[in-house]
């Protein structure tokens, strides 16, 4: 099993490097140009080169409690490493709320967040408020930042989205294929989500407020377990990730089309704190933009099947992907 994975890891690194150096990703992410980076943004792929006058910034990189979140913040933190600068981690930190809350207070330097929960999360926009188009998010998200002394740095080409899944066989029975579906048979289903679902527009509340959906009972839980409660049966319905290891290993699974928009999509954009960012100099933005070329959807349900099905830690699956993308020597 490993060993299939860093092969299909490594062809599908090739793939992402060698379109990306073509100018475009064609339908690497569903195809729409509006939701991904475009390719010609992004800098050439090459081996990061340390820099000795980086040695005097210390990094602290945090990341959310759940793997992808994990896997991207060694990704950055290892990257940073090679560039020179001096970084420790912090990698299980909880929710969004608690990630900011660590960067503001300087526990942390930086972390990777997602524009659409930025924007619904810290600046209360409303879900068919956020704009389609990766690079205006992560203009809005940036510009509304800049009164909090934080930056954002460019986008991922992945994008990642809460969904709402069922197994195939409920959504064959039910005759489930949309959100929209679950009228008037929600109130005798269990839904099970994140606990920080059951305040979040772009989860439990905006199935309420936007589809009108009420159910049997919704029931918080950790977020590794998602999908063992689809197939315990104790749930009818559970929130996932369209980047979860477990949609690229399996056909088991059915994700809900979100037909009114609630599921924002989101690009990963690296935040820290301004005077990190100031300090940490051009090598920042740099080594962000060089890493994250090879990032495209299907990278990242394959980095994180190498945590949640192979059981590799984050750190090793990180290295893995910097040397074989060609960043590490």
Not at 82 to 104: F, M, Q, R
Not at 175 to 189: A, R
Not at 226 to 237: E, F
Request: proline share 4%; aromatic share 6%.
């Amino acid at each position: 099993m490993r060993k299939n994975r860093w092969l299909v890891l490594l062809m599908l690194l090739l793939t992402a490097l060698v379109v990306g150096a073509c100018g475009g990703d064609d339908d690497d992410d569903g195809g729409d140009d509006s939701s991904s980076t475009p390719a010609q943004e992004a800098p050439a792929a090459g081996t990061i080169e340390k820099n000795a006058d980086n040695a005097s910034t210390k990094l602290v990189i945090g990341s959310k409690n759940f793997t992808e979140q994990k896997v991207l913040g060694e990704i950055y933190a290892q990257a940073f490493s090679a560039a020179g600068y001096e970084v420790s981690t912090e990698l299980n930190l909880g929710d969004e709320k608690t990630a900011l809350k660590a960067l503001k207070g300087g526990d942390i330097s930086a972390y990777p967040e997602y524009t659409g929960t930025a924007l619904l999360s810290f600046f209360g926009k409303k879900a068919d408020e956020l704009p389609k188009n990766a690079l205006q998010a992560w203009a809005d998200v940036k510009d509304a930042f800049v009164a909090q002394k934080i930056t954002a740095e460019p986008p991922t080409p992945f994008v990642s989205s809460n969904e709402v899944a069922v197994t195939k066989e409920t959504a064959d029975k039910l005759g489930l294929k949309k959100v929209s579906d679950l009228e008037g048979k929600s109130q005798d289903l269990t839904l099970y989500g994140s606990p920080e679902c059951r305040q979040r527009l772009d989860c439990l509340v905006g199935l309420q407020k936007d589809y009108g959906l009420k159910f049997k009972k919704f029931t918080p839980v950790d977020i590794g377990l998602r999908y063992d409660v689809l197939d315990k049966g104790q749930a009818d319905l559970s929130i996932l990730f369209t980047t979860d290891a477990q949609l690229s290993t399996s056909d088991k699974y059915v994700l809900l089309e979100d037909d009114k928009k609630v599921f924002p999509p989101g690009n990963v954009i690296f935040v820290a704190s301004k005077a990190t960012a100031d300090k940490a100099g051009p090598d920042m933005r740099k080594t962000i933009e060089n890493v994250q070329q090879g990032l495209t959807e299907r990278v990242m349900q394959e980095l994180n099947a190498r945590v949640d099905v192979d059981r590799e830690t984050p750190r090793a699956v990180a290295r893995a992907y910097l040397q074989e993308s060609g960043y590490l020597e």
